[in-house]
């Protein structure tokens, strides 16, 4: 089944410590991308990745570091993480940007 | 800065009803898609849309792209309890980044 697979589902951390949400799709897949979902301020994007190798800051990328060393795979990394990044983040990827697109099922993390 | 305005933010109505949501852009767009999430869960795909004047259907859902490539709407036929989520936009303007639109929450009341 042609999927976006996201893990952890749910994370509860503290104020600090590293963390690494996982993003791996089975579509061959060139193009990644993380968003970030808030209340009132909808999706708003991370990072996205072109191909393996290149990636881009989206509007939001402060706090957050990605790597694409495999087509595959697009880990969002979070060194320190904050309070003020408790959200819900997706993982999507597609041919090209935007264009059928395909959503991981989200990963809810809360900073305390 | 938000590139893409939906509204309503929110909309209640009866099952049966036909409804309308709307999205504007603030400048041309290259593709617009309409999404539909169920809360909590992942986006799901429902249409893209590339050509002014655009118009596609699928099932009751029929979308529109007006012709200056600025706006589009999203229309329900006798809505349904399955229908209820929240209906994101989302444009391609360059073909690397992509912006969504804050969303519109539809409730359907049996």
């Known amino acids: 089944e042609a999927q976006v697979t996201q893990n952890p589902r749910y994370l509860i951390t503290v104020t600090g410590k590293k963390l690494t949400v996982t993003c791996s799709q089975n579509?061959?897949?060139?193009?990644m991308s993380w968003y970030r979902q808030d209340p009132g301020l909808g999706l708003r994007q991370i990072y996205y990745?072109?191909?393996?190798?290149?990636?881009d800051k989206g509007d939001v990328p402060e706090g957050y570091k990605v790597s694409r060393k495999e087509k595959r795979n697009f880990p969002l990394i979070l060194e320190s993480p904050s309070p003020n990044q408790t959200s819900l983040y997706f993982c999507?990827?597609?041919?090209?940007?935007?264009?059928?697109?395909?959503f991981g099922s989200g990963t809810r993390l809360t900073v305390v | 800065s938000q590139e893409l305005e939906q509204s309503p933010q929110s909309l209640i109505v009866q099952e049966g009803k036909n409804l309308t949501i709307n999205c504007t852009s603030s400048?041309?767009?290259?593709?617009l898609y309409w999404y539909k999430q169920k809360y909590g869960e992942g986006l799901i795909f429902l249409m893209m849309?590339?050509?002014?004047?655009e118009e596609k259907s699928h099932e009751k859902i029929t979308a529109k792209l007006d012709e200056k490539k600025q706006q589009s709407s999203l229309h329900i036929t006798a809505s349904q309890p399955s229908h209820a989520g929240i209906y994101l936009c989302?444009?391609?303007?360059?073909?690397?980044?992509?912006?969504f639109g804050t969303g519109t929450s539809l409730t359907v009341i049996p």
């Open positions: 849309l590339q050509k002014g004047g």
């Open positions: 579509m061959n897949h060139e193009y």
């Open positions: 400048k041309t767009l290259y593709g």
């Open positions: 999507a990827s597609s041919w090209t940007g935007g264009y059928g697109y395909t």
């Open positions: 990745s072109m191909n393996v190798e290149v990636t």
């Open positions: 989302g444009a391609d303007y360059t073909g690397n980044q992509f912006y």
